[in-house]
């Protein structure tokens, strides 16, 4: 007996709707939080029109045929946007997988009598299906990729923030390793802030920075550079012993760029460059 | 003689994986006692070799071991990767020399960061360094 899939799934859809959301229903692990039952039941029955009406005897052994594409795409937009909203991709995974579920339950009412039909139609729709959940998986990493690139371009911009302690003096606290491109972000901020307030000191501080090796020195020799290009003087501060050790092991020379152990002393330097003073104020005498 | 106490091995492809490295060799210097500044000159050792074998070897596998060598115990890392090669060793040790645009400072810097410090390279098949820093060196 020759079953024409593509009728069957057509004639049962109602059907196979009806069992996939009481399998999704029914399952612990569904998050009504995130999407209502009513979305849910839109989103299913949009992805199983799709499916049903390009599934035929033809392509069911291939899930790569073009066929599909209307398919694969609402798919991993639905995968895309789970990623998005917080599911887990095991909730992913188990709404496509709920679907072969209900499809094989409709084929075994419909197919009783020949168990060998039931068998291969059976073994070729799960076939297909899996591949479904594949191409879910992919697209439900490349999602959270996504996020994650989002993130790390985020993690860049707050990071290097430009603070003005004062009058014609800039201080910026680089935490972390610097990388070219965090080097680029850093130079870029500084040097549009020397404009932008008119200062004539930056002070780099280098306190969070874990380890300062050649590279990370010839990006901080580029930036003082740029900086006195500027026509500014930079600063480095927040050089630790053991950082200052390990400078003059690697060989590199700092000579040419004033450098301060701490932030206090840098801003007390500047101080001094910009002929500024401070000083404790004098209590009354009669207090005494 | 050198035993191994423990062993850990990394691959370095991206960028991305330097700080996880270097993280880890931290976590290991910390573990045997390793004062700061050793540390320091480890991690930043490790830092330099790390970004040549990403540079010029296309990235490669790096090994960490807990090294002990009579009552002495060390961290012992190795770098391997499968990239052109180095022609000329010496001249590659020499400081200011760089075939990139950088300072020219790493190889023979990380030489002076650690005790021991071994170079093996094949133009056409790739560069192999091992370097060693014990606790109190």
């Known amino acids: 007996m020759k079953v024409d899939i593509s009728k069957l799934l057509q004639k049962k859809k109602k059907q196979i709707l009806e069992q996939w959301m009481n399998n999704q229903l029914a399952d612990e692990s569904l998050r009504e939080d995130l999407m209502s039952n009513d979305e849910l039941r839109i989103q299913s029955e949009e992805l199983l029109n799709a499916l049903v009406t390009s599934v035929n005897n033809r392509n069911i052994d291939d899930a790569q045929s073009p066929d599909f594409d209307t398919t694969i795409e609402i798919l991993s937009g639905i995968s895309i946007s789970r990623a998005r909203q917080g599911y887990s991709p095991k909730e992913t995974g188990i709404y496509v997988f709920s679907l072969k579920d209900a499809i094989l339950q409709t084929l075994q009412e419909e197919i009783k009598t020949d168990p060998v039909t039931l068998y291969t139609v059976s073994f070729k729709v799960g076939k297909l299906i899996d591949s479904f959940g594949v191409t879910t998986f992919e697209t439900f990493i490349k999602g959270r990729e996504e996020v994650i690139l989002r993130q790390t371009d985020e993690i860049a911009e707050i990071s290097t923030p430009v603070i003005r302690v004062w009058d014609g003096i800039l201080a910026l606290p680089i935490i972390g390793t610097l990388d070219s491109a965090r080097t680029q972000v850093v130079m870029e901020n500084l040097l549009q802030q020397i404009v932008d307030s008119g200062s004539s000191i930056a002070i780099l501080d280098i306190s969070g920075v874990p380890a300062v090796d050649s590279l990370v020195a010839q990006h901080l020799i580029k930036t003082v550079s740029a900086t006195r290009l500027m026509g500014a003087e930079c600063i480095i501060s927040g050089i630790r012993p053991e950082i200052a050790q390990t400078v003059v092991h690697l060989g590199i020379d700092l000579s040419n760029i004033v450098t301060k152990a701490s932030l206090a002393s840098a801003l007390r330097y500047a101080f001094t460059m910009l002929q500024l003073e401070v000083r404790k104020t004098a209590k009354e005498k009669n207090s005494l | ?137």
Do not use: C
């Open chain 2, 1 to 137: 003689m050198i035993i191994v106490l423990s062993k850990d091995t990394l691959v370095i492809q991206k960028e991305q994986d330097v700080v996880p490295f270097r993280n880890r060799i931290k976590e290991y210097a910390v573990k045997i006692g390793m004062g700061l500044v050793n540390q320091t000159k480890l991690i930043t050792a490790a830092s330099e070799l790390v970004r040549n074998m990403l540079r010029y070897g296309g990235g490669g596998t790096t090994i960490i071991e807990v090294v002990s060598k009579g009552r002495e115990n060390g961290i012992r890392l190795t770098f391997q990767d499968k990239g052109p090669g180095i022609k000329d060793i010496q001249q590659a040790m020499k400081d200011g020399f760089s075939t990139g645009k950088s300072l020219g400072l790493g190889l023979p810097g990380a030489r002076r960061l650690v005790n021991e410090f071994d170079i093996k390279s094949v133009v056409g098949k790739g560069t192999t360094v091992i370097v060693t820093k014990w606790k109190n060196g």
